[in-house]
């Protein structure tokens, strides 16, 4: 037998790692989240195509779909007149809202002048008052700019019972302006010199470079935007007296608390109509809408 010492390797042990407790926690508390926010869309969408019986003892599926449910409602509630309402509305809303927002939010990150702290700081402010806070003075502007508009424009400009009241308004917004205001200010200034050496100004840097590299934001204060016009309900109840420029919002109210009292089935169909033109929406946007709240306020 050799002399020659025999070295005896010892296997190393893998030290066991700890169980995922805290994982399991943070999959359950989603969970359960996700349960409580879709159980009512469920519930919306499953009572919708059941019978007035099947919706009022509570059922959760239906025997048989009445698909015919949403026709119903549709034409008892005069849907067609209130989204087409609604479509002008928020389209108008939208396009205000851009117009105004991008070159505020554009000149509180790109430019400097004089006050510009202090101001950017009063707009902040507005967003801790609560909106009904604000509801009676903006009311009395209105008020005072439907005399107004009368006495110089006459009835073609009036704002009560008219898109002016329920579009103005909202084309200024502090939250839009600041969250485009965070997105632009991480723009690297590089491409802003590379613009002057070419002779581009402010103007031609935000449209031509700022915007384009800006599309995720500008989608996302545009769905906000959408959703914010599209479910007004309190607003248009104050400005309006007749049917001709309600919204969606108010023909549901009116559809559930006058027309279809008890009717819990023909009112979830209208619920479920009212719904869709957002879920079309975010359908279409939900990249750049994730990507903009993901990408907005880190730094300023």
Request: aromatic share 16%; with cysteine.
């Amino acid at each position: 037998m050799s002399n020659a010492t025999m070295t005896t390797h010892t296997p190393i042990e893998t030290p066991s790692k700890p169980f995922p407790w805290s994982t399991i926690f943070s999959y359950i508390v989603l969970a359960i989240g996700v349960l409580v926010m879709v159980t009512p869309f469920f519930w919306m969408l499953s009572a919708s195509v059941m019978t007035q019986a099947e919706a009022q003892f509570g059922e959760v599926l239906p025997k048989e779909p009445q698909w015919d449910n949403y026709q119903t409602a549709w034409d008892t509630a005069n849907f067609d007149q209130y989204m087409w309402n609604s479509t002008r509305i928020t389209l108008i809303t939208i396009t205000g809202l851009l117009i105004f927002c991008i070159p505020a939010a554009y000149a509180f990150a790109r430019m400097e002048f004089i006050g510009k702290n202090i101001l950017f700081t009063i707009m902040l402010t507005t967003l801790m008052i609560p909106d009904v806070v604000t509801l009676i003075p903006n009311f009395l502007t209105v008020v005072w700019l439907d005399r107004f508009s009368k006495a110089v424009f006459g009835e073609w400009f009036a704002w009560f019972n008219s898109w002016p009241s329920q579009t103005i308004p909202f084309m200024a917004s502090a939250f839009t302006i600041f969250l485009l205001r965070q997105f632009f200010a991480q723009i690297p200034r590089d491409l802003w010199d590379a613009a002057q050496i070419d002779g581009a100004g402010h103007f031609t840097f935000m449209t031509r470079i700022v915007l384009p590299l800006s599309r995720a934001p500008v989608m996302t204060v545009v769905t906000f935007a959408f959703i914010g016009s599209w479910n007004s309900l309190l607003w248009p109840l104050l400005v309006t007296q007749t049917d001709d420029w309600r919204p969606v919002a108010v023909g549901l109210q009116k559809f559930t608390s006058a027309d279809a009292v008890g009717d819990f089935h023909l009112q979830m169909a209208a619920s479920v109509i009212m719904v869709i033109p957002i879920l079309i929406l975010y359908f279409f946007t939900q990249k750049q809408f994730t990507e903009g709240i993901a990408t907005s306020g880190l730094k300023g």
